[in-house]
Every structure is written in C-alpha cells, then in structure tokens.
C-alpha cells in the first residue's frame, strides 16, 4: 500500500479530484491499496472534516481497494470517535500511531489500542519511534495482537524486533515495513508487504520487488531493492512529504505543496530531486489508471 499525500490547490484547501486521480494511479501501479490521514498525508493539519471528506472521495474512486485511514493521535477519546466515523464511510481498516507527546506507560498503551479496537474496525498499529519518541516493544505489540480486531502493525523499529513480532504473532497478524529501505529486510525476516512513500513515484517497481521475494527471486528483489536506494533516500532529503509531494507534481500530477509548518523543496534540493529521478530512470513512473477506473 501506498501512504498517500494529500494533494492541496493553490488556495490550500484539499484538492478532491487530484486526490481521486493519484488513488487510482496508484493501484493502476500495483498497489493493493492506499493510506489517507497518514504522516504522508500531512494529517496534524487536517481538520476533521477534511480528513473525513478525504477518505470518502479516496473510498469512491477506489470501491474495489483496500483504503486505511489513519485515526491515531495522543488522545484516545478523539481516536475512537475518529476511527467510528471511518467505519461508518466504508474505510477498511485504521491505521493508529503510537500516541505521541504524552508518552503513556505500556498500560496506557494497552488501554489506548484496546479502547480504538473494540469500535470493531480492524487496527494496523504504527510504531514509529523516531517521531513518537517512544518505542513500542515487540512483547507489548504481541499482546495487543491477541485483540480479535488488531490485525497487524506498520513497523519502523529494527530488524530484530520485527523478527520477534513475526515469530510471536498470531498466523493472520500482518506486519508491514513503515521505511521504504527496510522493506527488502523485514520481508526476509517475515514481513508482509510495505506501506510505502516512494511508490507515488516508482509503485510498478515496488510491486516487482515485494513479487519477486515473495516468489523467491532474491536476486531479482536485491537487485531492484539496490537501484531504488538512491531514490528512497532522495524521497526524505528534507521532512516528509516535502520532496514526495514536490516529485509526484515532477511526474506531471499537481499535489500542491505542504501546510505550514512543512514548507516547499527549496531549488537546490529540487535540482538534485529531479536529478535522482532521471536517474532512475524506467523504474520512475506514474502510470495512468485505466479507462473504467478513470470514469468511476
């Protein structure tokens, strides 16, 4: 799955038919799906409502999809009304941030996930220390995978504890690389897929590697894993999704720049943005969704 940008006019204000027109792209690539809401999507400056009208012209323009809205924040209360309205407009699955700022102990932790997973929407936890500033141990993630609802966790942590996560989990519990450059090592530790950035831009490629592992071509895999690398790191020169957002307008689909206080790639980091692109060459692409999808 792709963790989507959220495309912006020249106004700011959320841009519903660009937004529509890179979901469909993106599973025109080979995505099975789409995040909305999530760090790439510039959710701490979306207004409710805005995230809710998101994920109902996302959920439109991809009826045959997976769409995961991401409903975490440090205030449960606030996450378990959100991730009620996702079920109720048809997301799913939420995608739920460890919660942040506040750092609660492993028994709030507990309480928080617990209290989003029984609104009955399944749960991916997103566990991504070097924003949250806490880590969610392999042990506490195993815990609250034996919730009926919690069905897998979006993993930024090391190698190790995705490795102890996969071997301690229930058999239908998923775990997804949250880091493009960790994708090829976690599915050999056991990982599922990806939620990637880098697929707005290079989604075919991205399909042919996680295809490739997982039909036992490791060779294949490495290789495209090793020519993508200068590409995933070019993708977080600067905070995300600054240079994301500045490559997918690159490929000929305006998304705007970012909200204050994210603010646009600057010329120089653009020319070696575009520069990195270019070198990739066959491997960058965003293709055109098909004809039926387009007119859905």
């Not at 996680?210 to 071509?217: F, K, L, Q, S, T």
Request: charged fraction near 20%; proline fraction near 7%.
């Amino acid at each position: 799955m792709t963790a989507m940008v959220t495309p912006f006019g020249s106004g700011g204000e959320v841009n519903h038919p660009a937004a529509a027109e890179l979901a469909r792209r993106l599973v025109a690539g080979g995505c099975d799906g789409v995040v909305v809401n999530g760090t790439t999507g510039e959710s701490p400056t979306l207004h409710a409502d805005e995230r809710l009208s998101l994920l109902d012209t996302v959920r439109a323009a991809l009826p045959d999809h997976a769409v995961v809205m991401g409903t975490g924040s440090y205030d449960t209360a606030a996450s378990v009304a959100l991730t009620r309205e996702a079920q109720q407009r048809g997301a799913d699955a939420a995608l739920v941030v460890t919660p942040y700022y506040n750092k609660p102990p492993e028994e709030g932790l507990i309480a928080h996930y617990e209290a989003i997973a029984d609104v009955g929407l399944p749960v991916v936890m997103y566990n991504i220390p070097s924003r949250c500033v806490i880590n969610m141990p392999a042990a506490l993630q195993l815990r609250l995978a034996q919730h009926p609802n919690i069905v897998g966790t979006k993993e930024c942590a090391d190698l190790e504890q995705v490795a102890q996560i996969v071997d301690g989990a229930p058999d239908d519990f998923r775990v997804w690389s949250g880091d493009d450059v960790a994708t090829l090592p976690q599915l050999s530790v056991g990982a599922y897929g990806v939620i990637s950035v880098a697929a707005h831009v290079c989604a075919p490629a991205m399909r042919r590697l996680v295809d490739a592992y997982v039909g036992g071509d490791v060779a294949h895999a490495s290789a495209l894993h090793r020519r993508l690398l200068p590409l995933f790191k070019a993708l977080f020169m600067t905070a995300n999704p600054i240079a994301v957002k500045a490559a997918v307008t690159m490929l000929g689909l305006d998304v705007g720049v970012p909200r204050l206080p994210l603010v646009p790639l600057d010329a120089e980091r653009s020319a070696r943005l575009r520069a990195v692109l270019e070198a990739a060459g066959d491997l960058v692409e965003l293709p055109q969704p098909s004809a039926a999808a387009a007119s859905a």
